[in-house]
C-alpha cells in the first residue's frame, strides 16, 4: 500500500468514525428517550396499582404506615377544597361534588338539577 493509499484509508477511516460517533450518540439518544417514555409510563401504572389498592384496602391494616398519610392528605384536599367553594362563592354539586356557581341551575360537570334555595326566595 502506497503513503497516499495508506493515508487515504486512514482519512477514510477517521471519517467513518467519527459518522458512528454520530450515530451512536443518536442511537444513545433515541434508547434514553424510548427508556424515559417507559419510566413516565410506569409510573402511571405505579400510580393507577397504588389507587386502586388503596381504594379496596385503606380499612386494612397492611401498609397502614403508606394508608394514613394519603387519608390525611385526601382529607386536607377535601377541606380545601371546601374552603376553595367558599371563597369562589360556590356551592358544591349534591350528585357528582363538584364546584357549581351559587344560583346556577344546573352541575355544569354532571348535568343535576341545582335545588338553590336563593333562586327560590320569591322576589318582593
Ligand atoms: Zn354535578
Not at 6 to 21: Q, W
Not at 83 to 101: H, R, T
Amino acid at each position: 500500500m502506497s503513503f497516499l493509499e495508506n493515508l487515504g484509508a486512514t482519512i477514510g477511516g477517521g471519517a467513518k468514525t467519527a459518522l458512528d460517533k454520530g450515530k451512536e450518540l443518536k442511537d444513545v439518544a433515541a434508547i434514553k428517550t424510548q427508556i424515559a417514555s417507559i419510566q413516565a409510563n410506569l409510573g402511571k401504572l405505579y400510580k393507577e396499582l397504588g389507587k386502586a389498592y388503596y381504594d379496596e384496602n385503606k380499612e386494612a391494616a397492611a401498609y397502614s404506615d403508606k394508608m394514613a398519610p394519603i387519608k390525611d392528605a385526601l382529607d386536607k384536599i377535601a377541606e380545601l377544597e371546601a374552603k376553595l367553594m367558599d371563597a369562589q362563592g360556590n356551592v358544591k354539586c349534591p350528585v357528582c361534588g363538584a364546584s357549581v356557581e351559587a344560583g346556577a341551575q344546573f352541575c355544569p360537570k354532571c348535568g343535576a338539577a341545582m335545588s338553590s334555595s336563593d333562586s327560590e326566595i320569591p322576589i318582593e
